[in-house]
């Protein structure tokens, strides 16, 4: 009878069962509208597009400067071109974070899902929006390019073998990661400025590891190239590197931080998703 009350209660509060994938966080009003707007479903479209959009530009900026680099013979040149990806993350976060918290990349998503700050159910939809937006991106390069410089796809660099590329991506995720879960707990009062760490994460990447590994740190934006060229060879480096630091960098979460399921995490994770609502 408690709990029927207690139902009743909630929905007289406007406030929704699914709440439930957050217990026990003392979320205050604000919050829990917060956790509900992310709850109706009439906002799902917005979300997956969100992400599928995001990724897009995440994909035709990385993809695409290597292509271009080579169309025209060096210049666009490195530092630019792992620059490039690093500067539209952070505007992609800044400019559509509050729709789906703009993870852009699978193993994001699936930390956020690991630390309990984004629920499980919702995980299936963000990495097939983000997997379509990656390969309409290569397939938008094709159409333009053709297959050049393999569609700006990642494979280790010549010299080096796979398990050394596997090795970096391993190690680039356990960074990036640890970074993204770092800003979205609110470590250092960073807020919006979250935004600027993972992109400078990026670059930092590409800068001293791009060179081996191509710094992809996302399995998405090398599938999305490997999707349109038909080109899999290196395609499980940059899907098992990825998977393995991720887990590394929860792990190293939990260390840091304990268990998540924090409201500031759960905020980054899941986005306002009614932007309206703000106004």
Same mark, same amino acid.
């Given at each position: ?63 695409? &400067? ?73 397939? &938008? ?139």
């Amino acid at each position: 009878m408690a709990d029927r009350e207690t139902a009743d209660s909630r929905a007289r509060r406007g406030e929704s069962p699914e709440n439930d994938h957050l217990p026990g966080l003392g979320l205050s009003r604000a919050q829990r509208t917060q956790v509900n707007e992310f709850n109706d479903p009439s906002h799902e479209v917005r979300r997956l597009f969100s992400e599928t959009f995001g990724t897009f530009l995440l994909v035709l900026a990385a993809a695409g &400067a290597d292509i271009i680099d080579s169309v025209t013979g060096g210049a666009v040149g490195r530092v630019a071109a792992v620059t490039a990806p690093g500067l539209t993350v952070t505007a992609i976060i800044l400019f559509m974070g509050t729709n789906s918290g703009a993870h852009l990349n699978p193993v994001v998503t699936l930390a956020f899902a690991l630390r309990r700050d984004f629920p499980w159910r919702r995980v299936p939809g963000y990495i097939l929006a983000q997997l379509a937006g990656a390969t309409t991106a290569a397939v &938008a390069l094709r159409l333009t390019f053709g297959l050049q410089d393999r569609l700006g796809g990642t494979h280790p660099a010549h010299g080096f073998t796979p398990a050394q590329a596997l090795i970096i991506e391993v190690l680039l995720t356990l960074g990036l990661v640890s970074t993204i879960l770092g800003a979205a707990s609110g470590a250092q009062s960073i807020g919006p400025l979250s935004a600027l760490a993972a992109g400078a994460y990026i670059v930092l990447a590409g800068l001293w590891a791009g060179p081996v590994s191509g710094s992809s740190m996302n399995p998405a934006r090398s599938a999305g190239p490997a999707f349109a060229s038909g080109d899999y060879e290196s395609l499980w480096i940059y899907i098992l590197g990825p998977a393995v630091g991720m887990l590394l960098a929860v792990g190293a979460a939990y260390i840091l931080s304990g268990p998540g399921g924090g409201p500031t995490a759960a905020k980054a994770a899941q986005g306002t998703s009614n932007p309206a609502a703000e106004r």
